[in-house]
């Protein structure tokens, strides 16, 4: 160890460091063009047949060659998912300028978000049984498919000894791994937490009969498949990625002279207590009032929500409704946009996804859009920015997930 164990200080938890890789973009700078740009990163699936499911429209990260983005060893030894999340801290690292070797190691921790872990691995090992008529699995079959090992990974690449936690939460796992990282923060168990979500596009294989289906008929645009809010929306689209940030104490931010991203605020994380897919205005309504009370604000403050925003015919109005109970009158002054109609659903990377894009607004003061906004439904009668970014002064931002099993999720984020 090479310096004293600090105490929780002042308790307060900023984000220093982001780091990403999406179907949009495999670095933070290139996704939030990309997304400003109103470009799209889902259309068919390349990296496998479709022809046994029903979807086959997917967002998938463009131009992923494993040797290249993690060496031979490392791509040989572990699945995409995994892959994604070393990326992705890499670059969360480099931005933030954290000297580990001047650290005390055991005060940096991982913590990580993943629903499914290392599928592809799982199918092209079933692939060689078949072939080869006996059993013959890889000696890294078990490590490679594991949901803590992005997590694992992280850690021992970069000598990391505090805590260490994967979080399987659905889609609401990469917006608790940052709230799990702020309570560590919180009460002085860390230092510094590397927080993130990450998933491979495999997650298709089990959730296609989910996708947007409309879009395989005729002439439609595969991009035109996810359109949240809109009234021809009948279904999520699946996506891959990950998303890295590095949460530390102010105090220790401070002391490093380091470049602050945004404040994590606030969280809240419930159970609906209702259903196993379909939500509840219940849970969610409660998730965000309990963000905004961790967070110690009022709900006239907000000035932008990210929306969970999936694109399902009844997540999209009762997300709508939601809001609209929480903040009354002020609901439709607030600007809401969903990311997942260029990023697609990336399940358990996305709350961490749409928590850097919260911040990036912050930071820059342009609002990302909604895509294929066209047909207003009734029922979802809230600012959904379509079309085209917005510029608009935000100082505080929402980013809600919300999860199958109803597990719900509330980031709040501010300008520090």
């Known amino acids: 160890m090479t310096n004293q164990s600090s105490t929780a200080g002042s308790g307060r938890a900023v984000i220093t460091g982001l780091g990403a890789v999406t179907p949009v973009g495999k670095s933070v700078p290139e996704m939030w063009d990309s997304l400003l740009k109103g470009s799209s990163g889902i259309g068919l699936i390349r990296q ?6 029903a979807c086959k429209v997917g967002a998938e990260v463009p131009g992923w060659v494993a040797e290249e983005q993690v060496g031979k060893r ?14 992705a801290a890499a670059e969360a690292l480099r931005q933030s300028g954290l000297d580990l070797d001047g650290e005390d190691r055991e005060r940096v921790g991982v913590v990580m978000g ?30 490679s498919m594991m949901p ?5 990974h992280l850690s021992v690449m970069h000598g990391l000894y505090g805590p260490n936690l994967t979080l399987s939460t659905a889609c609401a796992s990469g917006a608790d791994s940052i709230g799990t990282a702020m309570m560590m923060i919180r009460t002085g168990r860390a230092d ?24 395989l008929s005729g002439n439609n645009d595969p991009a035109s498949a996810c359109c949240p809010f809109d009234l021809r929306r009948d279904g999520m689209v699946m996506g891959e990625g990950a998303g890295v940030v590095v949460v530390e104490s102010l105090d220790h931010a401070l002391r490093r002279g380091a470049a602050i991203h945004g404040e994590v ?17 219940r849970g969610q309504i409660y998730c965000i009032h309990q963000a905004l ?53 990336m399940l358990g990377a996305a709350g961490t996804v749409e928590a850097i894009i919260c911040l990036k ?32 002064q935000i100082n505080v931002a929402l980013s809600n997930s919300f999860g199958f099993g109803g597990q719900n999720a509330t980031l709040v984020l501010g300008r520090f």
């Open 293 to 345: 009370r961790d967070a110690g604000i009022d709900p006239s403050v907000v000035n932008y929500i990210n929306a969970h925003g999936t694109s399902t015919p009844v997540g999209d109005k009762t997300e709508t409704a939601s809001i609209k109970e929480v903040f009354g009158s002020l609901a439709h002054g607030i600007p809401v946009s969903s990311t997942k109609a260029a990023t697609g659903h």
């Open 48 to 53: 496998f047949d479709t022809g046994l499911i």
């Open 74 to 87: 490392t791509a040989s030894e572990t699945d995409r998912f995994i892959q994604f999340a070393v990326v």
């Open 361 to 392: 607004a912050i930071e820059s003061g342009i609002i990302p859009p909604t895509l294929n906004l066209e047909k207003r439904d009734p029922e979802c009668d809230l600012d959904y920015v379509p079309g085209q970014a917005r510029a608009a």
């Open 148 to 152: 803590n090992m992005a997590a694992a």
């Open 192 to 215: 510094v937490m590397l927080a993130g979500g990450t998933e491979s596009i495999y997650c298709t294989l089990i959730l296609g009969g989910l996708g947007a289906a409309r879009a």
């Open 114 to 143: 993943n629903t499914i872990g290392g599928m592809p691995n799982i199918t092209r090992q079933q692939g060689k049984i078949t072939a080869e008529g006996r059993v013959k699995l890889s000696p890294h079959f078990v490590t």
């Open 265 to 281: 605020l606030g969280y809240g994380s419930c159970s609906d207590g209702h259903h196993v897919t379909a939500p509840s205005t």
